[in-house]
């Protein structure tokens, strides 16, 4: 089912956003034109990825520096603190319909 999130003239080129939709912490951000949003909690240890980076299509968690593939949720590297691996990002399927980005959680 398809949510509505924000219009999409709320989000700039490689910023993070985070918008609480049905009780959840969703990430957004725009890269090359493209509207992508994940869970925005680190699968690591529940950080608030908004508050991260966004780098060559990379999102890099604020607090030990893991990073999550911006398009598949995949982690890339880290976190810097453990050997042991975390839990890909989820990725939710989003859709721009007349300047609205809305996305099925």
């Known amino acids: 089912m398809l949510t509505f999130v924000c219009k999409t003239s709320e989000i700039m080129e490689e910023e993070l956003y985070r918008f ?59 976190p810097d603190t453990t050997s042991e691996p975390i839990p890909d990002l989820k990725v939710y399927v989003s859709k721009v319909e007349n300047g609205e980005l809305w996305v099925d959680v």
Do not use: Q
């Open 20 to 78: 609480d939709i049905n009780d959840k912490a969703l990430l957004v951000t725009r890269f090359d034109g493209r509207y992508f949003v994940s869970d925005s909690i680190c699968t690591h240890e529940e950080a608030d990825l908004s508050l991260g980076m966004f780098t060559e299509g990379a999102l890099v968690c604020p607090l030990h520096r893991a990073k999550f593939d911006l398009k598949t949720g995949s982690v890339l590297s880290g």
